[in-house]
């Protein structure tokens, strides 16, 4: 694969001619994301040039290979593409036309082009958020609760503006939800489960082993791919809400800002599949201890509110009822994810899979753990033996 620097450098001349910098400084400077990101080699860039404001930019470029890429099974790169282009244009003119106060409306980052020429190289621009304060969350950390809130307030926006697209353009609203899904048996999550849980069952409890077990050794239709299938609603969800994708910024006043980055997993599905996997990639039990329930009722009452402000009725269209109702089932599929995704939520930096061609999904079987993960996957096995789900 050639230099990622050199598509970046190309997507970069081009906007700063769009944006009438005729002789610019252009500075490229890569960023570790210390295995948080696994799709591409991230980059800060700035636009210089003697009496103009700097550019302050962000560039990613792909770094999957080949392998993984057609077991996947779906472009991901075109859907963000698609989603900075096409989708969240929608979204804003929706709530323009509803009339949702500014302090309301979903925050977007900036998007500045995007360049496929390169094979295997897409490449995107964004606004430079780091420069703005913000930052992503840091995964080796648990969730407080005005973070949390301030995730889910944003993700329940997201959702709500799927329901309004619906409504104003069901034909257009049904081509979306043919956005390409990643193939999860084609890319191998049977082996990886396989590989996840026996890392569980070397650290759980002993009281709890056998049940673990019993739980995770269902067919992975029963034990993953039915989590992504949406029950009372199907909204275009994120499919991959964490800590990690997001980036915000705590204000003086202690109010947190939120903005969804990594739009390339969106898809057709639940609600609830957004929420749970928020929760159970970044919480630890002391968290949940406190405010799983609390949470849940804050994305309702968010949900709810979003979508009354663009002029649904959120009784007609996804209640209560059916909220609580389809919560309840997809509930146990927060132990699913919590044995897939708490090996690389808390790998260490210099154990991380590298990102480059020859990624395969193999390589997120993790198998050197560390104490964080001991905590993480007991916290949640403790809790789904609470919840009656593990017995």
Not at 339 to 349: D, G, K, N, Y
Request: charge should be negative; aromatic fraction near 12%; hydrophobic fraction near 35%.
């Amino acid at each position: 694969m050639a230099n990622p620097g050199e598509p970046l450098r190309k997507l970069l001349n081009n906007i700063a001619d769009e944006h009438n910098y005729k002789n610019p400084e252009i500075i490229i400077n890569n960023i570790s994301s210390g295995g948080a990101n696994y799709s591409s080699k991230l980059y800060t860039a700035t636009i210089k040039e003697k009496n103009k404001e700097d550019l302050n930019l962000f560039g990613k470029v792909a770094a999957v290979g080949g392998q993984l890429r057609n077991k996947a099974d779906a472009d991901i790169y075109d859907t963000e593409k698609f989603a900075y282009t096409k989708l969240m244009k929608i979204y804003a003119a929706l709530e323009e036309k509803h009339g949702v106060p500014e302090e309301h409306r979903l925050p977007v980052v900036k998007f500045y082009g995007f360049d496929d020429s390169a094979q295997n190289q897409e490449t995107m621009v964004l606004e430079n958020l780091l420069v703005q304060g913000y930052e992503p969350f840091d995964r080796f950390k648990s969730y407080d609760w005005e973070y949390a809130s301030a995730a889910v307030t944003e993700c329940a926006k997201f959702h709500a503006l799927s329901f309004a697209f619906q409504k104003d353009d069901p034909e257009e609203y049904q081509k979306t939800l043919g956005l390409p899904k990643i193939n999860w048996e084609e890319m191998g999550i049977e082996a990886v489960m396989k590989k996840s849980t026996a890392s569980a069952l070397k650290v759980v409890k002993p009281q709890h082993k056998r049940s673990l077990e019993k739980f995770m050794s269902r067919n992975i239709q029963e034990l993953f791919l039915d989590y992504y299938n949406p029950i009372r609603a199907t909204v275009i969800i994120h499919g991959d809400y964490r800590g990690s994708n997001l980036m915000h910024r705590v204000r003086k006043d202690g109010k947190v800002d939120i903005k969804i980055l990594d739009l390339q997993t969106l898809q057709a599905g639940s609600p609830i599949t957004d929420l749970i996997y928020f929760i159970f990639t970044g919480s630890d039990e002391q968290f949940r201890a406190r405010y799983f329930d609390r949470l849940v009722e804050h994305y309702y009452s968010q949900l709810s509110a979003a979508m009354r402000r663009l002029h649904l009725n959120p009784h007609e269209l996804y209640s209560k009822k059916d909220f609580d109702a389809e919560m309840k089932v997809k509930l146990q599929y927060g132990l699913s994810l919590s044995v897939f995704s708490s090996l690389i939520m808390t790998v260490a930096p210099e154990d991380a899979p590298k990102v480059d061609e020859s990624l395969s999904f193999e390589d997120f079987g993790i198998e050197k753990t560390n104490d964080l993960y001991e905590m993480r996957i007991n916290g949640a096995v403790d809790d789904f033996v609470r919840w009656g789900i593990l017995k």
